[in-house]
């Protein structure tokens, strides 16, 4: 089975400043995507990253970015120079090549003080 | 281009009332997805499909039944509601290419009583 992990409920960052925001996931599959969603208070759901197993060049975004470290199968999600409207909740999500189950993690709900 | 269309936005059922849960995608998506989601358990998956005709469990499956007999439609059934179905449900669609993005409804904010 394949499953997502996102342990932090919450986090809070300093406008402009960076933050990180943790993913671990568990699968016996090689080939395999990750992505990361975000879920402002509209409910809309938006794909903020993504990023292919077999890359070994982490993904970027403009002030996205990831860490992706396969052995320990971590998937973190780096958001610079943070603006108000980064407030909402993130999560992460994983996608295999041996099913076409789009499994999600818990989520975090990241709070961007001014 | 409307993308994912869920109908209806909001709705209230009493125990033991049944309805169903409209999603219609008119981006000739192959995968179809049903999600809950209820308040610090993240999105948990219901039903998919990867076809018409084709549908599979996903973790949550109990108390509901889908059917995919077009490409565009993925209609969510619940049978007998619940109090423990009162949630948000999310409808969503992706290409057949793994690393393409899912393209999600607006969600159904659905309260049973």
Not at chain 1, 13 to 40: G, H
Not at chain 1, 62 to 89: E, H, P, Y
Not at chain 2, 29 to 55: C, F
């Amino acid at each position: 089975a394949q499953t997502v992990t996102q342990s932090q409920p919450e986090m809070s960052v300093q406008e402009a400043e960076t933050v990180t925001l943790s993913c671990t996931y568990d699968t016996s599959e090689s080939n395999y995507y990750l992505f990361w969603y975000k879920q402002p208070p509209s409910r809309q759901m938006i794909l903020v990253i993504r990023q292919e197993a077999y890359k070994q060049q982490n993904a970027t975004e403009n002030r996205f970015s990831v860490n992706f470290q396969k052995a320990a199968k971590s998937f973190s999600l780096k958001i610079s120079d943070s603006q108000l409207g980064d407030t909402a909740m993130y999560f992460c999500a994983f996608m295999t090549g041996a099913n076409s189950k789009l499994t999600f993690g818990k989520g975090i709900t990241l709070s961007v003080r001014p | 281009n409307a993308g994912v269309t869920q109908t209806p936005k909001f709705r209230i059922l009493k125990i033991g009332q049944s309805m169903t849960l409209q999603c219609t995608q008119d981006m000739n998506h192959n995968y179809m997805y049903w999600y809950r989601q209820d308040p610090g358990m993240g999105l948990k998956l219901i039903y998919y499909s990867v076809g018409a005709g084709i549908t599979d469990k996903g973790e949550v499956p109990n108390g509901y039944n889908v059917s995919r007999s077009t490409t565009e439609d993925f209609p969510l059934r619940l049978e007998l509601a619940a109090p423990s179905q009162t949630s948000v449900y999310f409808c969503a669609s992706k290409r057949l290419l793994l690393n393409t993005e899912a393209f999600f409804g607006q969600g159904t904010r659905l309260t049973v009583v």
